[in-house]
């Protein structure tokens, strides 16, 4: 009886020793747990874990923010299944299952709103102690507006390397054209000193070297303001007359409303309307908005497109109100539309780069922009610039 009791008495403490282990264990177990739910709530990244199946059981608050999707959306789904191409997905999750762990630079997510996200994506696959599989744990770092980036960046390159080849285009038509309006004169001479010619004919041959003159003339006008649009300089202020900008402008972009029914209204001020400022980086300006107008207007497909341009001189500023009737932009984007990179115009159209760059150019000269856009109805920059 005493050897058993004895034998009691001791399984009695063992059973109490491994009782308190355990009860650690589960204290720790459960710290452990809080502190990673902890972690998956304050990641900014996309961080997920799959069972063996690759069923997601469980999901970071950035996924959240990456995807869109709520949490309870989310569990008991496959991780495949948020992929853009779930076909292109599952090489990725079949290599962690066979190397342990596998890296992938932009692989595509669909977001809930329907839009692409591109993420970075590093999965380690999960084991117990005996070696067994028996999930993956996946973060995914939101990379959408970095690749955004890298794409506008080489686009604004391809614009840049246009713009370079354009001003060598026009100073090879400059040569041409020079040697045209050289041989236009010496056939006017010609044909002034010719005898014989009946008055019809003479009369036809001036009148053919007018047209070929006015043309010339005009080839030479044109490339003279893409050439001086195109070159860099640094900014010079000096004084002149916003009006004469503006109708500058216009006159650039001929070629722009030529093929539209478009009507430019102009509401100017009584005289001109000097300001001490920096004309070329002012006309880089209009010209931007206008060519927004202009699109937009072609966008909208009516037949009474109409651009107006108001100024006026207020105090010590001047002024300068572009409006059209096209279709308005919505206020949600109305909050970004100088945002850097950011556009509404459809993929090759637009960089997101003129209106930031825009309001730079004016906030530099001492000035400020604004937007007014009501939908269905248009929308309205207007600029003002200090006199001096």
Not at 237 to 247: G, I, P, Q, S
């Amino acid at each position: 009886m005493e050897s058993n009791s004895s034998q009691l008495a001791e399984l009695e403490g063992k059973l109490s020793k491994v009782t308190l282990e355990l009860t650690s264990h589960k204290i720790e177990l459960h710290k452990t747990r809080g502190y990673l739910q902890c972690i998956l709530q304050n990641a900014r990244d996309l961080i997920f874990a799959t069972d063996a199946e690759g069923v997601v059981i469980s999901y970071s608050k950035g996924g959240e923010k990456v995807l869109g999707y709520p949490l309870e959306e989310v569990l008991g789904r496959s991780i495949g299944s948020f992929a853009r191409d779930p076909d292109v997905f599952s090489p990725v999750i079949a290599t962690c299952h066979k190397d342990g762990s596998s890296v992938v630079h932009d692989v595509a997510f669909r977001h809930m709103e329907g839009k692409t996200v591109y993420c970075n994506v590093s999965l380690m696959s999960l084991t117990n102690r005996e070696g067994q599989r028996v999930g993956t744990v996946g973060i995914c770092q939101d990379i959408t507006r970095r690749k955004k980036l890298q794409e506008d960046l080489i686009q604004l390159d391809r614009l840049a390397e246009i713009g370079r080849i354009a001003a060598g285009v026009a100073h090879e038509i400059n040569n041409p054209v020079a040697v045209i309006k050289e041989a236009a004169g010496w056939v006017k001479e010609v044909v002034a000193d010719a005898e014989g010619l009946n008055p019809d004919d003479r009369k036809e041959l001036e009148e053919s070297i007018k047209k070929i003159s006015a043309q010339t003339r005009r080839c030479r006008n044109i490339t003279h303001k893409l050439l001086g649009f195109a070159r860099e300089s640094a900014p010079t202020k000096t004084e002149f007359d916003v009006h004469e900008v503006l109708e500058d402008t216009i006159d650039f972009l001929k070629s722009e409303l030529k093929y539209t029914t478009i009507k430019v209204a102009r509401n100017f001020a009584k005289g001109p309307l000097s300001v001490n400022s920096d004309s070329r980086l002012l006309e880089q300006v209009f010209v931007n908005i206008f060519t927004n107008a202009i699109h937009a207007l072609g966008e909208k497909g009516a037949e009474n497109g109409r651009i107006e341009i108001q100024t006026h001189k207020r105090n010590s500023d001047v002024e300068i109100k572009i409006e059209d009737n096209a279709g308005g932009i919505p206020e949600k984007d109305q909050e970004k539309i100088f945002e850097l990179f950011y556009t509404t115009k459809p993929p090759g159209k637009g960089t997101g780069l003129g209106l930031p760059i825009c309001r730079n150019i004016v906030r530099n000269l001492g000035g400020d922009i604004t937007l007014e856009s009501t939908v269905d109805v248009g929308t309205a920059f207007n600029i003002r610039i200090p006199v001096s």
